[in-house]
């Protein structure tokens, strides 16, 4: 008996993997059957239970979780029109084409009354604008115009030009101006995603103080400020990875293509390029790029120039330029990129590639989160590179001009004379047409003679060390040598550098396109030269937009109670009899140039 059971339980034992792969072959066919109820189960767990951390962190504290409240509400939005437009986009279509119908039909008219509409709104808003802020708005608005009409009499095709483009690329430059930089919510959001973002570098602090010891900072440069574009191209890629980037590029693409009438392939490459570069853009619509007309080729070679990426983004951040500010200009040189490409190079060719036809962005390589982050740090290693090598090329250079160019006036009783001096003289008129105080529009056009001829890490870092002698306070001037500007010099300068539109860049973007396409390398060398030049006014567009727009010097005390900023007022008397009042204004929580007043005795006030 014993050696029976002994027997039975051995063969039992035998036969169990088979009961087992049958089980497991039943189970794999259940899920291939029921794959889809079983994926939306597990998306409905994960969801209910993402609600319940929202609804119970709001009911912990409101106001500490307003962010995420608003982040869950745009993403309900978003899944719950994009599931109307999939399921039912046919629908909708068909029930609103008797509108678009009627509108094709009166659209001749209807265009001009609402061009007539948009430009007496804008007309009236500054009459009432300059009664109520000055007229310094005024000079920021004529600068707009002076530089839509110099493009328009520069313009391939003149007689060409479709103006739906342009004029809906100013109008939507105007729309996020008034929102970011005139309303308390647009300026929250946007001062909230710049704290965000800053925080979020600092991240790349950790990866660097472990590589380079805890004395990094030494070096500021080479170990603080290049970590964070390795750092911020790697999130960036892994973004690419699970799609979101290729999301929110063609909503915003689309968003472009609706309002301003123009082909998808330069909606989608215009939006790409608020956040990525100039040669990672032109990768979203590899495939299509042979097939583009000129005009579109143009306008994808003048939004690279217009923007900057989001992997230095952060690099001119960690230098103390505005966050905020570098935001809104990224995203509003967007609109303005593709208004002045389609001014300065209309089409005049027939498109292939329509609204109907569609389009297919590329998606990346990597098979998993880690070789995507691994790609994205080994991607950064030739772009760091070229950042740190062209410094120290065009920083010797500039010396080296600056010295031969002393020593050329010092030839005429004028050493003073040098490549920044130069500069200022041919691009003073741009800058002060912008909007820029008289006194710093020398400085600014400084700056975009070193942006133009060398890059904007050149022009940021100097704008840069004008910011932190402005907040040190002291002495404006001397030797008769400006050591700050105003703070409204300061933002417009922000806006107008914010663009890869420089000669260093020209050369980047043939070469990288030729690569992409090379049976369109003629067309490419041909007009690049043109997109330089209508990038670098887009961005000059978009200081003027700001600076007509931008409430400059406005005191945190003439807003609401709410606000967390004070006027504060510090009395110094011992030595020097002089009273110092130092103000925080509303722009960025910048501080104007410290006020000093000699004293006729030494009085004992404590505000």
Known sequence: PRKGTQ??????????????????????EFCKKH?????????????????????AACSLNFQRALPLFIITVLAIFVICWDFLIAKYGERIAAFFSPGKSYLEKQWFWLKWVLCAAFIITIICWLIFDTAKQGSRQLISFGGLVMYVLLMFIFSKYPNRVAWRPVFSGIGMQFILGLFVLRTKVGFDVFNWLGIQIQTFLEYSDTGAKFVFGEKYTNHFFAFKVLPIVVFFSTVMSVLYHVGFMQW????VGWIMQIFMGTTPVESLVAAGNIFVGQTESPLLIRPYLPYITKSELHAVMTAGFSTIAGSVLGAYISFGVSASHLLTASVMSAP????????????TEKPTLTLRSGLQMAKGESKNLLEAASQGASTSIPLVANIAVNLISFLALLAFLDSALSWVGSLFDYPQLNFENICAYVFMPFSFMMGVDWEDSFIVGGLLGYKTFFNEFVAYERLSKLIHNREKGGSMYINGVKQYMTVRSEVIATY?????????????VIGGLTSIAPSKKKEIAGGALRAMIAGTVACFMTACVAGTVHKFGVPYSHMSVSSTASLSLCVHHSNS???RISTH??????RTSTLEMSLVSQPSIIF
Do not use: Q
């Open 585 to 590: 204004y509303f722009s960025e929580g910048y």
């Open 7 to 28: 027997v039975s339980v051995l063969f039992g034992f035998l036969h169990f993997p088979s009961h087992l792969e049958e089980k497991y072959d039943k189970a794999c």
């Open 248 to 251: 929110l590029i063609g909503k």
């Open 577 to 579: 009899n002089i009273l």
């Open 496 to 508: 107008a550098l914010c663009g890869f539109a420089n000669f260093g860049s020209l050369g980047l």
């Open 35 to 55: 794959k889809s109820r079983i994926h939306y189960v597990i998306y409905g767990i994960l969801i209910t239970a993402y609600l319940a951390v929202v609804i």
């Open 336 to 347: 303005a990129s593709l208004a002045m490409s389609k001014l300065f190079w209309p089409e």
